[in-house]
């Protein structure tokens, strides 16, 4: 049982190592880590070739050059990205992020660089021409967003409820096909989004205008804050940030529309998307194996470990290894992520890679569901294998050994490759915490080109596909074994 102990804890503290990358001591130049919402054009988004742009997006790479820092980007969702940053995982989040008091209890904010304001639009056959037509309706808004907070805020003034969309594209389709009546959202990215295509009209003026602002941590990472202010200043004085608004945002110069999804949508095809974005989906879909490979041979070495504990005689080993199952088989996939990954280190102060907080969460959660099975498996071979092996003479672990767990083992080999497919499919659910795996890939060509239907049809087509795979392998096993 001991080596068994050792075992995993070396594999453990391997897979950890692997992906923990220690900073040189004496760096020339600072690097800072910096999160970002791709899904958020004109401000940043992933072009088809991989390369970050958009207003934050060139404003950053400009202020980084007059300042002599590195950065790396770190893509999440806008309210990961808060979290992350409230937790220390990475040292700023610019995001087209509005500058609230409430931000400010927990964020120190640079230099405001842009002002904007919150729209609603509908669709174009709606009869909803302002807000006092929403009353008894729903309407959309994307998390932690500033249209979020200020459809909450008129809510109960005009009557509607509100739902929530974690992405701009989820939430303009909602509204498209009629299950909300409307989204709110800033200005320049709903005028952007009805520019490639997205089938929604604006029917109110700007309101609730909100400056956007670069932040940190407050009281943490005062140098970068003031490196990102030394180099705002530079770049509005000598014009370069007038020009890369105009390029975003003014007629002519640099046509968003062409370089970021270089073709309309009624005239690209599903084999136009796959041609334009194959590196991308290979890279999502290689990132989603290698979490798969790693998180289930750790999961299911963490799982045999329970499932043994699970028949051993003793009821303080039965007990613990119920009690373990218990909680993680209990707890939510995401809420685990979030609390490996933002949780703890606001506890102890130490910054998780999300891939390591990532295959943490499949050896927790997948481990679980294993142990349960596997104990199952020992549990139902007939005890008197196990009494005929002992007054034989062998002693109890031998006869486990020997006797039960080769019996067991065949019983569970499928449960195994289904729970192989289930690590496939809930690797999607890590994209929250910024791996960029097969799911969040498609998110991010969603927020570059508004296809949404063909995207994600792309992207269930290569799911099914490695399921495909998985299931004859399953079915070959399973007559191996017979």
């Known amino acids: 049982m001991r080596k068994w102990l050792i075992s995993l804890m070396a594999l453990v503290g391997l897979a950890v190592g692997i992906t923990v990358s220690v900073p040189a001591a004496h760096a020339a130049t600072p690097n800072y880590t910096i999160t970002t919402d791709t899904t958020f054009p004109p401000f940043e988004f992933q072009t088809d070739g991989g390369k970050y742009r958009g207003i934050d997006m060139d404003m950053l790479k400009e ?113 498209a096909i009629g299950n909300t009546v409307a989204a709110f959202e800033d200005q320049p990215v709903m005028a952007y989004a009805i520019k490639q295509g997205t089938n929604l009209k604006i029917v109110t003026k700007p309101a609730k205008g909100n400056w956007y602002g670069f932040g940190v941590k407050k009281a943490a990472n005062a140098e970068l804050l003031k490196k990102f202010n030394a180099g705002y200043d530079k770049i509005v004085k000598d014009g370069t940030y007038d020009k890369i608004v105009k390029r975003y945002l003014g007629d002519g110069g640099y046509n968003y529309k062409k370089n970021a999804a270089d073709q309309t949508a009624d005239k690209t095809t599903i084999w ?154 809930d690797t999607s659910i890590l994209s929250a915490i910024g791996i960029i795996e097969l799911t969040q890939t498609g998110t991010l060509i969603i927020a570059r080109n508004l296809q949404g239907f063909r995207v994600w049809l792309m992207i269930a087509v290569l799911y099914l596909i490695v399921i495909t795979l998985l299931t004859w392998l399953s079915n070959w096993v399973e007559k191996r074994i017979k």
């Not at 009869?127 to 500033?146: E, F, Q």
């Not at 910054?351 to 390591?356: E, R």
């Open 272 to 425: 136009d998307l796959v041609k334009e974005n194959q590196s991308a989906l290979l890279n999502g879909l290689v990132k989603t194996l290698e979490l798969t490979m790693v998180g289930i041979i750790l999961a299911a070495i963490w799982g045999i470990f329970l499932g043994i504990l699970g028949v051993m005689p003793s009821k303080l080993a039965r007990g613990l290894s119920t009690t373990i199952i218990y909680i993680f088989r209990g707890l939510p996939m995401l809420v685990l992520a979030f609390f490996i990954y933002i949780g703890i280190p606001n506890l102890t102060g130490q910054k998780i890679p999300a891939f390591t907080a990532g295959v943490i969460t499949l050896i927790l959660n997948e481990g679980a569901y294993i142990g349960a099975f596997v104990s199952g498996g020992f549990k139902s071979v007939a005890p008197g294998q196990l009494e005929a092996a002992r007054s034989l003479g062998l002693p109890y672990g031998k006869a486990m050994r020997k006797v039960v767990m080769p019996q067991g083992v065949r019983l569970i080999i499928p449960s195994f490759i289904n729970q192989f497919i289930i690590t496939l499919k």
């Open 63 to 175: 202020i980084s050059k007059r300042e002599n820092f590195t950065y790396t980007l770190k893509p999440m969702s806008f309210n990961a990205g808060v979290q992350a940053v409230q937790a220390g995982q990475v040292d700023g989040i610019v995001a087209g992020m509005s500058i609230t008091d409430e931000r400010k209890s927990t964020f120190d904010f640079g230099t405001p660089y842009y002002k904007s304001g919150i729209v609603m639009a509908v669709s174009p056959k709606s009869d909803i021409k302002g807000l006092s037509d929403l009353k008894g309706k729903t309407v959309a808004a994307k998390t932690g967003s500033a249209g979020a907070d200020y459809a909450r805020e008129i809510s109960k003034k005009y009557g509607f409820k509100v739902t929530f969309f974690n992405d701009s594209n989820t939430m303009y389709n909602d509204v």
